[in-house]
């Protein structure tokens, strides 16, 4: 082969060698599939603002199959109030002593924040699990939520407690119109 031929296949092998590769898209995530959490248990911090009102409140929050438990408290740790909800209704005791029910723990919440929001929707949306008919708009490499909506609410997960595929979500932000509620969940017993 002359010398120039050579020169000229060794310089074409050499450029073949560079070249980059096709780019071949990751695959898109996949919602992954969890079953519900039946019973869990929080400790956070939540807070509220409905246009100009706003508040903030320490919540734990005990789930069950039948019957969920929300303790409100203080900025300094005094409980403000506490409200039960069971198929019988839902009753709220302030650190006054006064009481008051009513047919759901939505009506009492509101009543003590100021927010109507749908509390039956609640326990899907703090563990991450979207009802069937929610809207899931965008997902984290893991398949886990990053924004949904459900029943018009915008529910947006900002923090997972960690980077495990089933890990729950540490910090949520839910709002509808000017109504906001931001959770930020220090502590979970699932």
């Known amino acids: 082969m002359k010398p120039a031929l050579l020169a000229l296949a060794l310089a074409v092998a050499g450029l073949v060698g560079c070249a980059t590769p096709a780019a071949v898209p990751a695959p898109a995530p996949v919602l992954r599939a969890l079953p519900p959490l039946t019973q869990f248990g929080l400790e956070g911090r939540l807070q509220v603002r409905d246009g100009e009102r706003s508040a903030a409140v320490g919540i734990d929050w005990q789930h069950g199959p039948a019957r969920d438990e929300w303790l409100f ?19 709220m005791l302030l650190s006054d002593g006064s ?13 003590l924040l100021g927010v109507s929001a749908p509390f039956d929707a609640l326990p899907r949306w703090v563990t991450a699990r979207p009802a069937a008919t929610a809207q899931v708009r965008s997902l984290d490499p893991l398949g886990r939520p990053l924004q949904l909506v459900d029943q018009g609410w915008i529910i947006d997960y900002l923090e997972y407690a960690g980077e495990a595929p089933d890990s729950p979500p540490r910090k949520i932000d839910v709002q509808r119109g ?13």
């Open 73 to 91: 408290t203080g900025p300094l740790g005094q409980g403000l109030a506490r409200i039960e909800a069971d198929s019988a209704g839902a009753r």
């Open 99 to 111: 009481r008051s029910e009513a047919a759901s723990a939505s009506e009492l919440a509101e009543s």
């Open 178 to 190: 000017d109504t906001r509620l931001r959770l930020i969940v220090d502590s979970w017993n699932p």
